[in-house]
């Protein structure tokens, strides 16, 4: 199976501040059609999980700007400019190149300062 | 709106079984893949199954092979996982997610339902 790691484990940030995560997969992620099937989530206290960003870098319905996705074959970054409340929770990678199984990295906690 | 209501959880005894529902809304339920994933408490999420848009085909994460089984009743646009044999590590929120097949994967989320397998 696929390993996700995703660093760091826990980011203190400050409202209005940027700040990245990054994912890095244990082996390639570009799969045999050529995309690369590397995808974001984010789990807000007490919510379901919310998909952000698809294939690296799409942005999914409704994903302000603010947030960017990046990186190839094994290494990802998730980036948030202009942080605000609402983007405080638990954000997850997930690689669904190398199905089955599909693999989430185990979160990284975005919280104040 | 895209809806997902999951239902069916609760308190289990090792070794029981349990089914759990997911009934959809707002989409039309037989053109998507469907899935299951379940984050035990203060853990992270893990995929637990997935099925074809059509029921033909399923996929299972291997610690649940064996033991649970995932359908869909298209005419009824509900999603069910038939939980067997539970073990106290099957402990989790159980959640249901639409899937685009692996180009898209769990782009919509129920709001969970938490299963406890304790005696």
């Known amino acids: 199976d696929v390993l996700m790691t995703q660093t760091p484990v826990s980011l203190p940030v400050s409202l209005g501040g940027q700040v990245s995560i990054s994912c890095r997969s244990s082996q390639s992620l570009v799969h045999s059609d050529g995309n690369t099937y590397l995808h974001w989530y984010l789990q807000k206290p007490g919510q379901s999980p919310q998909l952000l960003i698809y294939?690296?870098?799409n942005r999914f319905s409704g994903v302000p700007d603010r947030f960017s996705g990046s990186g190839s074959g094994t290494d990802f970054t998730l980036k948030i400019s202009r942080v605000e409340p609402e983007d405080l929770g638990v954000y997850y990678c997930?690689?669904?190149?190398?199905?089955?199984?599909?693999?989430f990295g185990a979160g990284t906690k975005l919280e104040l300062k | 709106e895209v809806q997902l209501v999951e239902s069916g959880g609760g308190l289990v005894q090792p070794g029981r079984s349990m089914k759990l529902s997911c009934a959809a809304s707002g989409f039309t339920f037989n053109n998507y893949d469907m899935a299951w994933v379940c984050q035990a408490p203060k853990k992270g999420l893990e995929w637990v199954a997935t099925?074809?848009?059509?029921?033909?085909?399923?996929y299972y994460r291997d610690s649940v092979k064996g033991r649970f089984t995932i359908s869909r009743d298209n005419a009824k646009s509900t999603l069910y996982l038939q939980m067997d044999s539970l073990r106290s590590e099957d402990t989790a929120t159980y959640y249901c997610?639409?899937?685009?097949?692996?180009?898209?994967?769990?782009?919509?989320w129920g709001q969970g339902v938490m299963v406890t397998v304790s005696s």
């Open positions: 294939r690296v870098s």
């Open positions: 099925i074809s848009y059509d029921g033909s085909s399923t």
């Open positions: 997930l690689q669904s190149t190398h199905f089955p199984p599909y693999t």
């Open positions: 997610a639409r899937q685009r097949g692996i180009k898209v994967p769990f782009d919509y």
